[in-house]
């Protein structure tokens, strides 16, 4: 029997994400806010994603320390600006850039690699040279390019660059001085603190993610076996920030991003390169538990059953820069029963939390947009596989190894 | 037949058990525990323990200090495995007591008795790296399925490994869960064992940790309201002097693992209730022969290859 994504919607409020009679009970736990100048999320000024001051470094700022900035303040970026004492932004240092930093100073050495920039700095590095951010920051692939908006913008103007993939926006006052970042996380979160204040966003809240066909099975997996040199290689060549790492059935079992190169770049810590990337997993988690003094999941995910509000408060909540999609459980197996940890899944052939697909941020701005603009396609019972959604986003990917793509 | 005091005596010098033995101590401990409903009644006087994370040597500190089984009443409130290098003997011994004193120790599931958490912090590794193979790691793991989810001593004070659920006003809906399997990240036996109670709040939000939920005050004064209850007892978070107090004496958090990974240098404690109800918090600090931190750099980079990098980052 062909194995199909037809799956009916939940009935049972047991399986409904948040666990009470309704997204909308739930929502109504908290007032709406009464501050805000609109109730039309679209037209409110971008001045209400302000948060804190944004750092930007100088040319001659050295690696090190730019690097020590960018890890110590869980910033994703750092503008660098043309000259001292100018408002211009020349290039932008993020993790991309360190992480093929690192690469350039181990001598992974790639034929690829071909640029003269890469073979002076790499003979830079040889000579003892002391390097910049600067020099560094056009090492990364696939960067986004540095963008500003004017302060006069407002949320549905963010929204429409947000939509096409485009990470973060700098905000800028008629002068060109930036005045603050705006960004993917931002956004999404500034709307679901305040989503009461939207009314016409209500109706998306409780669509299942698998009314909304949202998400894309356009991500690269990992085996836990493999190293993690070989992750941060793949991730540098492929220009894709982050990677699921799977078991040899792709069952989820985390995910390593260029961010966690932070985790590498003590020269004593180096040696984690030569680990397989499910013993990075445990680094990584375990690291982020003791900080926290709480543990966290291994992994962010949501089902084909979660709501699109549970999607966002899950992001919200994790902080996190996408959700796995994955198989979730069917109904339990008696008591006492088989001694096998797997459960069958719904679907012939699926297996609990196996790796369905990613949902980003991109991916829910770009439905919230389409929900406002009212092209988001009625909820219809989908067959055949599962497919991307945003068929607007001009940000495609590189193909990639194709015995790890799902 | 099982000397179950001679296979104590065994594992609290550290022996490695063999693999066939804990396939059978897995064994007899599922029959006991599948008797047990998913809240068991308990009566003081009780001491409760928290999260204890492999740290054996302060496992063996607790007996000292709160007594020993049987002659004190244990419940222990889950992550029993995991962060600590000790965590197989911890979860043998534990096993071991609840078989040999079935009414004077009870165990809680916590948030780490999973098959998924394991293999990310660590209980999978130590498996493997003691015995070679995942063997003993999945008969623990099976076991983990059968023990109980919540306690309530005297009627009164409400115990779990994490916290409250928005599908749960009550007691009795813990009652008819099916327990006996590996839970997801969702639903409320996965808020039982994940959830946070939070000042800031008032009500439920969904909770950093990716799993569960945060609460707040006004939530648990409808959960002690509707369920006739005193006070909600629970582990789960880390807390430096070892124990906390929340939302006016209404509920507490107790942490039984000090200096935390070798690292934190947390104190721990260990709740002691008596026959009239009154609680004491016994605030303890980590016991001697704790690894270095030496030993545990050592320890980690075991498999490292040699190479030599220049030292460009910090």
Request: charged letters at 20%; hydrophobic letters at 40%.
């Amino acid at each position: 029997m062909p194995h199909s994504n037809l799956t009916p919607e939940p009935t049972d409020t047991r399986r409904q994400s948040f666990g009470m009679a309704s997204v909308s009970e739930f929502l109504a736990q908290c007032p709406p806010p009464t501050n805000l100048p609109s109730n039309k999320w679209q037209d409110i000024p971008i001045r209400f994603l302000f948060d804190k001051d944004v750092a930007i470094v100088d040319p001659d700022t050295p690696i090190e320390e730019a690097s020590a900035l960018l890890i110590d303040n869980d910033l994703s970026s750092i503008p660098i600006r043309a000259a001292k004492g100018s408002d211009d932004i020349a290039r932008v240092f993020d993790y991309s850039d360190l992480t093929a930093f690192l690469l350039l100073v181990l001598h992974i050495d790639d034929a690829k690699e071909a640029t003269d920039a890469y073979r002076k700095l790499s003979q830079e590095v040889q000579n003892g040279t002391p390097i910049t951010a600067y020099q560094v920051a056009e090492l990364g692939k696939n960067k986004d390019p540095f963008m500003t908006v004017p302060a006069t913008s407002t949320l549905g103007d963010l929204a429409e660059i947000l939509a096409t993939g485009i990470r973060r926006v700098a905000v800028v006052d008629e002068n060109r001085k930036i005045l603050s970042i705006a960004s993917q996380r931002q956004l999404i979160r500034f709307l679901w603190t305040n989503v009461r204040a939207f009314p016409a966003l209500e109706p998306l809240m409780s669509r299942t993610i698998h009314s909304l066909d949202i998400g894309s099975s356009d991500f690269i997996c990992i085996n836990g076996d493999k190293k993690v040199i070989s992750a941060f290689r793949q991730m540098h060549e492929t220009g894709i920030g982050s990677l699921a790492v799977v078991d040899s059935q792709y069952r989820l079992l985390g995910n390593i991003s260029l961010v966690d190169v932070k985790y590498v770049t003590r020269s004593s810590s180096i040696y984690l390169l030569n680990r397989t990337c499910g013993h990075f997993l445990s680094v990584i988690k375990s690291e982020q538990g003791i900080r926290a003094g709480k543990d966290s999941a291994p992994a962010f995910n949501v089902y084909e059953s979660s709501t699109f509000a549970f999607t966002m408060a899950k992001v919200v909540a994790t902080q996190c820069h996408r959700l796995w999609l994955v198989q979730s459980p069917s109904c339990p197996p008696s008591p006492k029963s088989s001694n096998s940890h797997l459960m069958p899944g719904s679907n012939a052939g699926l297996k609990v939390n196996q790796l369905l697909g990613m949902i980003s941020l991109t991916d829910m701005i770009y439905v919230i947009l389409a929900q406002t603009k009212g092209t988001l396609p009625q909820p219809t019972a989908r067959i055949g596989r599962r497919g991307s959604t945003s068929s607007g986003r001009s940000h495609s990917k590189v193909s990639m190894d194709s015995s790890y793509r799902r | 037949m099982l000397d179950l005091d001679e296979l104590i005596e065994r594992i609290q010098k550290k022996e490695l058990i063999a693999e066939v033995v804990i396939a059978t101590l897995c064994s007899l401990a599922k029959e006991t525990l599948v008797q047990e409903s998913n809240t068991v009644q308990l009566s003081t006087p009780i001491t409760v323990v928290g999260d204890i994370h492999g740290q054996f040597d302060d496992l063996l500190e607790i007996f000292k200090i709160g007594g020993p089984c049987p002659y004190t009443n244990y419940l222990f409130l889950g992550d029993y495995v995991d962060r600590g290098f000790y965590s197989v003997e911890t979860i043998l011994l534990l096993i071991c007591l609840k078989l040999r004193y079935p009414q004077r120790m009870t165990l809680l599931r916590g948030n780490h008795e999973s098959r998924g958490v394991t293999q990310t912090y660590g209980f999978y590794a130590e498996c493997v790296r003691k015995y070679g193979n995942a063997n003993v790691w999945r008969h623990l793991t099976e076991l983990f399925d059968y023990l109980t989810l919540s306690a309530v001593i005297d009627g009164r004070l409400f115990c779990v490994h994490g916290g409250l659920s928005p599908s749960i006003q009550h007691v009795d809906q813990i009652l008819v869960m099916n327990r006996f399997r590996e839970f997801p990240h969702e639903g409320p036996m996965a808020d039982l064992m994940w959830s946070d109670p939070d000042p800031s709040i008032q009500e439920f939000a969904l909770s950093p940790r990716g799993a569960g939920y945060s609460f707040g005050e006004r939530i648990v004064d409808k959960f002690l309201h509707s369920n006739k209850l005193d006070h909600i007892l629970r582990a789960h978070q880390l807390c430096s002097e070892g124990y906390q107090v929340l939302f006016d004496d209404k509920l507490s958090t107790i942490w039984s693992a000090p200096n935390y990974c070798y690292r934190c240098a947390n104190l721990a404690s260990i709740l002691q209730i008596e026959t009239d109800q009154s609680r004491f918090f016994n605030v303890f600090d980590a016991a001697p022969n704790q690894p270095t931190l030496g030993e545990i750099l050592k320890y980690q980079q075991s498999m490292a290859s040699s190479q030599s990098i220049a030292e460009y980052f910090l």
